[in-house]
């Protein structure tokens, strides 16, 4: 028998999990509805006056990002030499909800981290070395543990189902969508994703981007400055994990 081969049922405390989640998110989705129930439309909502000096803003921003972009460029060895290629990172976006800058943005979409509080499984390479140096004010990133993984696959996984977006919740719908490349059960996910094996690109492209809480006692630093100069943004190595504990 295959060592990840894992019956169709879950272990107890991982159903437990499971189970609690998937309330949890018909709690959400009840009360939204509720919300949008009680919602009150006025005649110009979504109309909303700009001042000048909110575009002039914006400019700078962008045009302070593009600079950075091209001084990073022109540097030798932008690529971080502290990770071997091919091994697993977990990407954060934790600061951004409007980017001006147009170069920024196309580069945080390569990484599938449209919005802030998202966070991604990356397989290390040269190309997302550089990516992710250009774009370092805006991202956390590290090499996650098999706690972590697993943390973040059944607390904040999402799945493409049926043309739907839907929370994993067991392993039959995990046979139904990756059943033909030999994954059966929620564990060979978390293996395949912590192994970087043969089929984890197939694996992340049917899996949604994680949509994080911030940490339970707030971000301690800086959040565009890069963590080895005690700020939050950038490279943490295996220190990822303490961060990602106090957000799980």
């Not at 045009?63 to 071997?84: C, F, P, V």
């Not at 599938?112 to 774009?135: G, K, Y």
């Not at 990756?178 to 060979?188: A, K, Q, R, Y």
Request: positive net charge.
């Amino acid at each position: 028998m295959d060592k990840y081969a894992i019956p169709n049922k879950l272990p107890s405390k991982q159903i437990t999990v499971l189970t609690h989640r998937k309330r949890r998110i018909e709690q959400k989705k009840a009360a939204l509805q509720k919300t949008h129930k009680k919602k009150i439309v006025k005649p110009n909502d979504g109309e909303h006056f700009k001042k000048p000096e909110f575009f002039v803003a914006e400019y700078r921003k962008a045009e302070r990002d593009d600079k950075r972009i091209k001084r990073q460029i022109m540097r030798n060895g932008i690529q971080n030499k502290n990770i071997k290629e091919n091994t697993l990172i977990v990407a954060i976006r934790h600061r951004g909800t409007h980017i001006a800058s147009e170069q920024c943005m196309t580069m945080l979409n390569m990484l599938n981290l449209h919005r802030m509080h998202q966070a991604v499984f990356l397989r290390f390479t040269p190309e997302v070395s550089t990516i992710l140096s250009l774009v370092e004010p805006y991202v956390i990133y590290g090499t996650p543990d098999v706690g972590s993984v697993r943390d973040l696959i059944f607390k904040y996984g999402f799945v493409k189902y049926n043309g739907k977006k839907s929370a994993i919740s067991s392993n039959i719908q995990i046979e139904e969508i990756f059943g033909n490349i030999g994954i059966i059960c929620v564990e060979d996910i978390v293996h395949e994703i912590i192994s970087v094996g043969p089929n984890f690109d197939k694996v992340t492209k049917m899996m949604y981007p994680f949509v994080l809480p911030n940490p339970k006692d707030g971000w301690l630093g800086k959040k565009g400055l890069a963590f080895k100069k005690g700020g939050v943004a950038g490279f943490r190595g295996d220190k990822l994990n303490e961060l990602l504990k106090t957000i799980i």
